[in-house]
C-alpha cells in the first residue's frame, strides 16, 4: 500500500508539474554525468568535478526506467522525495510506516509537495544527499531498535554514499558513528568491538569503493585537489535571517518564528505548572498548541512555495525552537529532531540554492507532532471518532498541499515561463525529451540543435557553456573535461584542460564545437531566438575560458540558428 502510495503521488507530481518547464543547463547536469559514466569514465580523471560524482553513479537508474529519459529522471527524483520524507517521518515518530491509518499517510503524502515546493523535479546532487541521509538514518534506528542486520548495515551504506553526492553531507558518517554508539537500543545491548568494526566497513563502503576506483585510474591527487578547491559555503543564511532586510509588501518571517515560539513557550509552562493550574492547564496547552500549529502552517500558505524565499527558515526555526521545548520540559535529549535539522543545514550548502525548503514538509509534520505530543495526555470525551474522518481531514490537507503546489509551479516554473506560455512539445526535437513542454524559444533552441547534429556530423561534440543536457539527451560525447564551465565548477586546472583539450582537438579533427549567443536566462525568459547569427558573433560565456576554446580551434566557422561554431569533419 505504502509502496503504490508512493509511486503514484510520484507518478501524479511528474505528470501535472515536473514536465512542465526545462531549464537547458541545471536539468541535465547530473545525468551528462551519469551518460559519462556509463561510456566509462573516471571521475576526478576524465571529469574535472569540485564534488564527487556518486550522484552520477546513482543515476544511472534514470537510464533504465522504461520513459524518455527526462521524464523518467523527474519520476526518480520523486520517488527519491518520497522515500526520504516516508523514512524521516518514520524515525520522527518511531512508529513503523507499515502501521500508519489513513490520516498519518495522507499527512506525510502531503509533506512530500511541501518538502518539493517548487524545487525543480530533476535529478540534483541536493537531493540524492538528502534521500541518502533520510533511509540512512532510518534504516540504522530500525535495525538497532528491532536487530535486523539488514536494516543496519543499509542505513550505514546509505549514510557513507551521503558523503560521496556532495561535500555538503559529510557529516552524516560521523553522526553514523555517534548513532552507532549511543543509540538507546545500542546501549542496552552493550559495546562489541567486532560488530562495531563490520558497521564501520558498512559506513566506509561506498567511499572506499569510489575512492580506490579513482585511486586505481590514476586521480587520486586530482580528486583531492578539485573537491578541495570549490569556495566553502557553511548555512549562513539560516542565522543572517535575523539580520536581514524584508522588502516591502514581502512577508517578514521572523513575526510567525517569534509568534510560534511565544506560543510553544506558553505550552510548555501550562505543562510545567499543570497541577497548579488545574483544569486551565489542558486549556492553556490545547490553545497554544493550536495556535502555534496555526502559525506553523500560517507560514507556509503566506510563503505560497515561492522559490528563492525565507519562508523556509521560519519553518526550521519553529520546527527547532519547539523540539528544544519539548525537549526540555520532557528531560529527553531530542535526537531525531536535531537529526532533520541538521539535514536541514547541509541541505542549504549550496552555491545556488542555499536553502532547506527540502525539509520544510518534513520539518512542518514534526512541529505538529510535538504539538499534538503535548495535549495528547489530556482526557477527552469518549466520543468514537469514525476512521472515515481521520482519513478525510488527511486527503483535505493533501488537496490544499496539492492546490498550492499546483498553483506555484504554474505561476513560476523553475527557470521557465507560466505554465499556460509552455506550449513547445520538447519531444518533437529529441525522444529523450517526450512529454516534455517549455517555452517556444527553448523548444526553438532544442531544434536549431537537433538540425545542427545532422548538418555537421562529428564524433565529439561540444555545446557551450551552458547546455549539459545535450549529452544524454542526443547521444553525444563531449571531449572536454566538463559540460557545463561555470567559473565555480573549473577548479584546480579545469579550465587549463578545456583549453589543451580544444588544442587536441584540433590536431585531430572530427569535432563540432558550438557557443551559444543566447544565454540560459534568455531562454528561461523566453527571449526570442535569431534564425541566424554570424559565426564571429561573442559567446554568451561565464569566463575567458570559451573565447580561448574558440580561438584554439581552427576548423570551418558555421552558425547554426542562434549557435555560432567550429566544425572539423572526419577525414578519409
Known sequence: MLVAGATVLSVAVVARIGRFGFNPSDQGFVLAASWRILHGEIPHVDVVSPRPLGSAYLHVLDFVVPAPLMVASSFVMMAQLSVATIALAALLTGASPLRWGPLRMALVAAAVLVNLNTYPVMAWHTVDGVFLAAVGWWALDHGLR????????????????????????????????????????????????????????????????????????GGLPEALTQLTGGTHTWGENIY?????????????????????????????????????????????????????????????????????SYWSF????????????????????????????????????????????????????????????????????????????????????????????????????????PHWELTAHLGAAAPAMRGVRSNPSVGLYLTQIRDCLARYPASNVAV?????????????????????????????????????????????????????????????????????VPPEISTAGHSDVEPRIRAALTGQKISCGSLAGVWSPATG
Request: overall charge positive.
Open 240 to 308: 543572517q535571517l535575523w539580520t536581514s532586510t524584508f522588502a516591502d509588501g514581502s512577508v517578514d518571517p521572523r513575526g510567525y518564528i517569534i509568534a510560534a515560539a511565544l506560543g510553544g513557550m506558553l505550552l510548555a509552562g501550562a505543562w510545567v505548572f499543570r497541577q497548579r493550574l488545574g483544569r486551565a492547564s489542558g486549556r492553556l496547552r490545547v490553545l497554544a498548541a493550536l495556535a502555534t500549529a496555526g502559525v506553523t502552517i500560517g507560514v507556509v500558505v503566506a510563503g505560497r512555495f515561492e522559490h528563492a
Open 146 to 217: 528491532d536487530h535486523p542486520r539488514w536494516a543496519r548495515w543499509l542505513g550505514l551504506f546509505c549514510l557513507g554514499f551521503a558523503v560521496i553526492v556532495k561535500q555538503s553531507f559529510a557529516v552524516t558518517v560521523p553522526l553514523g558513528i555517534l548513532i552507532l554508539t549511543l543509540h538507546p537500543a545500542a546501549r542496552a545491548a552493550g559495546f562489541r568491538w567486532g560488530r562495531f568494526v563490520v558497521d564501520l566497513l558498512w559506513l566506509g563502503a561506498a567511499p572506499l569503493l569510489y575512492f580506490g576506483m579513482v585511486t586505481i585510474g
Open 464 to 532: 557551450l557553456p551552458d547546455s549539459p543536457f545535450v549529452y544524454p539527451v542526443f547521444k553525444l560525447h563531449n571531449p572536454f573535461p566538463m559540460d557545463w564551465p561555470l567559473p565555480m565548477e573549473m577548479v584546480d586546472d579545469g579550465k587549463q584542460r578545456m583549453i589543451d583539450t580544444a588544442r587536441r582537438l584540433d590536431r585531430q579533427g572530427d569535432y563540432l564545437v558550438l557557443f551559444q549567443a543566447v544565454t540560459a536566462e534568455g531562454l528561461a525568459k523566453g527571449q526570442p531566438l535569431p534564425t541566424y
Open 314 to 417: 521560519a519553518v526550521l526555526w519553529i520546527f527547532l525552537v519547539t523540539a528544544v521545548l519539548d525537549a526540555i520540559v520532557r528531560r529527553q535529549f531530542p535526537w531525531q529532531q536535531l537529526l532533520v535539522v541538521t539535514l536541514a543545514w547541509m541541505s542549504t550548502l549550496s552555491w545556488g540554492y542555499p536553502i532547506p525548503s527540502l525539509l520544510a514538509g518534513t520539518m512542518v509534520l514534526g512541529t505538529l507532532d510535538l504539538l499534538v505530543r503535548a495535549v495528547a495526555d489530556l482526557r477527552a470525551p469518549r466520543v468514537p471518532v469514525p476512521q472515515v474522518l481521520g482519513a478525510l481531514a488527511g486527503v483535505v490537507a493533501l488537496v490544499a498541499a496539492g492546490l498550492q503546489l499546483e498553483r506555484a509551479h504554474d505561476r513560476a516554473p523553475y527557470a521557465d515561463l
